[in-house]
């Protein structure tokens, strides 16, 4: 990045969104509070951009001054023009919101995620750059298991990151909604919740054990079942051996087997 910055104002048109912009919902109330602000006194703190081609900028911080600006109906806002790769670009616009602690932890995995994705790389990279630790951005990507509409029941209910690590263990989102709601009905703390969980998967493995127990119940018996046939099959050959004139029948129906034996009397 150079360290030559230049500071100039520029047409609000001209700027064009950062496309990675991780935050994705925007508190209407605070853009209010922050366009009244503007309307007042003006931007008190430049947004930083690059320039794309001829006199079209791209934002790389500054996205609710942007928007607020927009909303008092200015034309042009004061802006710090510094150069940077599309990388880097990425990066500063993740870095910003983080430091403003304005994202939520579903926001901040998803920029992780951008990183690693579209720049190739490694989460450890990505650490380094955001000056957190390789676990934190391990902890946070996990959370993207989680299914769109498990996140946005979580953040209906207002559950924190450790509600949601939490909720990774359950295996599958029938049993994570009914958890969610239970944990917001309850206003479970985390600890509350992890025992909540740990009991549900002590349900779960009981009863695959006990799945199991008849599984076995029904092979055994169609083993005793096919040992008896055998036996009787066995029977009725040595008995046509002898010369008798003997009738032998299997039918299997749905929740029984029926043997018919007919010994002419004569």
């Known amino acids: 990045m150079s360290k ?21 919902v925007f508190d209407q109330v605070a853009l209010n509070d922050l366009a009244n602000s503007i309307r007042e006194y003006g931007v008190m703190q430049p947004i930083s951009i690059r320039q794309l081609t001829g006199d079209s900028y791209e934002l790389i911080a500054g996205e609710r001054r942007l928007r607020a600006s927009k909303m ?17 670009s990425a990066v500063l ?10 994202l939520n932890y579903f926001e901040e995995a998803e920029g992780f995620v951008n990183l690693i ?19 934190t951005i391990a902890n946070k990507v996990r959370l993207l298991k989680l ?13 924190t990151e450790r509600h949601a690590r939490a909720l990774l263990k359950l295996p599958n989102e029938e049993l994570q909604i009914k958890v969610i709601k239970m944990i ?14 740990g009991r549900v998967m002590d349900d779960i ?11 076995r119940k029904i092979r055994r018996f169609i083993k005793d079942i ?22 032998y029948d299997v039918n299997k129906g749905e929740d029984f087997y029926e043997i018919s034996i007919k010994i002419p009397v004569n």
Do not use: C, W
């Open 4 to 24: 030559d910055l230049k500071i100039l104002n520029v047409s609000l048109d001209r700027v064009r969104p950062n496309p990675y912009q991780p935050r994705r």
């Open 72 to 88: 008092v109906g200015l034309d042009t806002i004061p802006a710090v023009l510094v150069e940077v790769i599309d990388q880097d």
């Open 93 to 102: 616009a993740l870095i910003e919101n983080l430091q403003r602690e304005n």
């Open 117 to 135: 994705s579209d720049y190739g790389m490694t989460q450890e990279d990505v650490a380094k750059k955001v000056g957190k630790s390789q676990s």
């Open 147 to 159: 299914s769109s509409d498990i996140r946005k029941e979580i953040a209906e209910h207002q559950l």
């Open 184 to 197: 917001a009905d309850r206003n479970l703390n985390v600890a509350k919740t992890e025992d909540l969980i």
């Open 205 to 215: 493995l009981d009863s695959k054990e006990e799945q199991g127990k008849q599984k």
């Open 226 to 247: 096919r040992l008896f046939t055998n036996t009787v099959e066995k029977a009725v050959d040595v008995m046509k051996d002898s010369g008798v004139d003997i009738n």
